[in-house]
C-alpha cells in the first residue's frame, strides 16, 4: 500500500488546482509538440528515405578535395556572391557550402541563403538547393517549424519555452498528488470494475507516474532548447566581443592590416581547418563561419570543433583564426548555459544511442500523448457530471 499523504485537504486542493490549470493551459501545445517530436526523433533515417543521397563509388582511402577547391568551385559557380559557412561531414562523404549575395542581404533575411552539396571526394556539386525564400517546405522543416516555434520565429520559441515550463510545473504538482490520491490503492492498480471515468483516472495515474523520469528530461531540456536563439546572442555579445576586441591590436601600435573584403584577402580555408586540428588535436574539425557574419566577427573565420568520441561528439569547441593570416586567434571558452544547451540536444530527441534507444523515445513519447489525452478526457468528463458525482470522485 502506498504511504498515507500527510499533505492537509487545502493543501491538496491547491495543488490539484495548479495541476490542473497548468495541464490545461498546456495540453493543446504539448500533443503538438509530441506528434511533431515523434518523426524528428528519426530525423536522419526520415531524410534518407525521403531524399536518399548517391555518390561516386571510389576507394575507401580516397582522399578529401581540397576546402579552398570547393569553394573556389561554389563561387565560380555563383560570382559575386559570398561563402557564408563551410560545413564537413562526418557521416557521409560531404561538405556543405552556404552562399548569400551579400553579407547585408544575409544578415538582414536570412532566408536569400542557399546551399551547395558537393561530393567531398571529388568536389563535383551533387545538389544545388534554391534559395531559402523559395524552397518548398518539406516534411520534415514543417514538423521543425511547428515544434519549435509555430512559425513564430524567437516569439513562438519563447511561447513554446514557456508550454514547457507549465508543463514541468504539472508534473511536479502530479507528483506531489500522487500520494493523496492513490494512498488506499497498490501501486498500479486500475479499476476495471468501476466506472469509465474511474479506469482513465487509473490510467492517466500509472502512465503518468511510469513516464516520470522521461517527462521531466524532456520538458527541461525543452526549455533550454527554446532558449538558443538568446543564448547565443548574449554569448555573441558578451565572451565572443570581449575576446575580439582583445586580440585586435591597439591603436597606433604595430603595422596596418591589409583591407578584409567577403571575397579578397582571405587566408586559405584548408590552413584554418589545419590550424584547429593542431590546436584541439583530440577533436573533430566540423565546420567554419566566415568574417562579415552576425553568428562571428568582421575579421576571423569561427571554427567550430567537435568531441570524436561518441561521448564526447555533443561537446563543442569554437575558436577564432585570423582571416588574414591563418594563425590562431583564440580558443573560445563556451559558457555553462550553452554547455547545458549541447547536453540537452541529445537528451531531448534521444538521438545518441541509435535506433534501439530512438524507438524507445517514441514509445515513451507516445504514452506521454495517452496521458495528455487521457488528462483532458477527464477534465471535461467531470465538466459533464452532476455537482454530486464530481463531488464523490476520486480526483
Not at 557521409?92 to 549575395?101: D, K, L, R, T
Not at 544578415?107 to 558537393?118: D, I, K
Not at 515544434?147 to 513562438?156: I, P, S
Not at 592590416?257 to 582571405?266: C, I, Q, R
Request: hydrophobic share 45%; aromatic share 10%.
Amino acid at each position: 500500500m502506498s504511504p498515507r499523504s500527510s499533505l492537509s485537504s487545502t493543501a491538496v486542493r491547491r495543488w490539484s488546482a495548479v495541476h490542473t490549470w497548468t495541464s490545461l493551459a498546456c495540453t493543446l501545445f504539448l500533443l503538438l509538440i509530441c506528434v511533431t517530436g515523434l518523426p524528428l526523433v528519426f530525423w536522419f533515417e526520415i531524410a534518407d528515405w525521403l531524399t536518399p543521397h548517391t555518390y561516386a563509388r571510389l576507394p575507401a582511402d580516397t582522399p578529401p578535395a581540397s576546402l579552398d577547391r570547393i569553394t573556389d568551385l561554389a563561387r565560380a559557380r555563383y560570382p559575386g556572391q559570398v561563402v557564408m559557412s563551410v560545413f564537413t561531414d562526418d557521416d557521409e562523404p560531404q561538405v556543405y557550402v552556404w552562399m548569400a549575395p551579400g553579407w547585408d542581404q544575409v544578415n538582414t533575411n536570412p532566408r536569400v541563403a542557399h546551399l551547395l552539396r558537393f561530393d567531398a571526394r571529388t568536389a563535383e556539386v551533387v545538389e544545388d538547393q534554391k534559395p531559402l525564400a523559395t524552397k518548398e517546405q518539406t516534411f520534415l522543416g514543417l514538423m521543425l517549424s511547428l515544434h519549435r516555434d509555430l512559425f513564430m520565429g524567437l516569439k513562438g520559441e519563447l511561447f513554446m519555452g514557456a508550454m514547457a515550463l507549465l508543463f514541468l510545473a504539472a508534473i511536479i504538482s502530479g507528483i506531489v498528488l500522487y500520494g493523496p490520491y492513490t494512498r488506499k490503492l497498490d501501486f498500479g492498480t486500475v479499476r476495471a470494475g468501476r466506472s469509465t471515468r474511474v479506469r482513465w483516472l487509473d490510467l492517466h495515474n500509472l502512465l503518468g507516474v511510469t513516464t516520470l523520469a522521461w517527462a521531466l528530461v524532456v520538458g527541461a531540456t525543452g526549455v533550454i532548447n527554446e532558449l538558443t536563439t538568446p543564448m547565443f546572442a548574449t554569448w555573441q555579445r558578451t565572451d565572443v566581443r570581449a575576446m575580439v576586441v582583445a586580440s585586435r591590436t591597439p591603436s597606433g601600435a604595430g603595422q596596418a592590416t591589409s583591407a578584409l573584403t567577403p571575397t579578397t584577402g582571405l587566408s586559405s580555408i584548408d590552413a584554418a581547418y589545419a590550424t584547429a586540428a593542431r590546436t584541439l588535436p583530440d577533436m573533430r574539425v566540423m565546420s567554419a563561419i566566415y568574417p562579415g557574419s552576425s553568428q562571428g566577427t568582421p575579421d576571423h573565420y569561427l571554427v567550430w570543433t567537435k568531441g570524436a568520441t561518441p561521448l564526447t561528439a555533443r561537446l563543442f569547441s569554437p575558436m577564432l583564426i585570423d582571416a588574414r593570416t591563418g594563425e590562431l586567434t583564440t580558443v573560445l571558452s563556451m559558457p555553462w548555459y550553452l554547455r547545458a544547451l549541447e547536453i540537452s540536444r541529445p537528451l531531448h530527441f534521444g538521438d545518441y544511442g541509435g535506433l534501439p534507444l530512438k524507438a524507445l523515445w517514441a514509445l515513451l513519447d507516445l504514452v506521454t500523448i495517452a496521458v495528455l489525452g487521457s488528462g483532458l478526457y477527464l477534465w471535461l468528463a467531470r465538466r459533464r457530471g452532476t455537482p454530486a458525482t464530481a463531488a464523490a470522485s476520486p480526483r
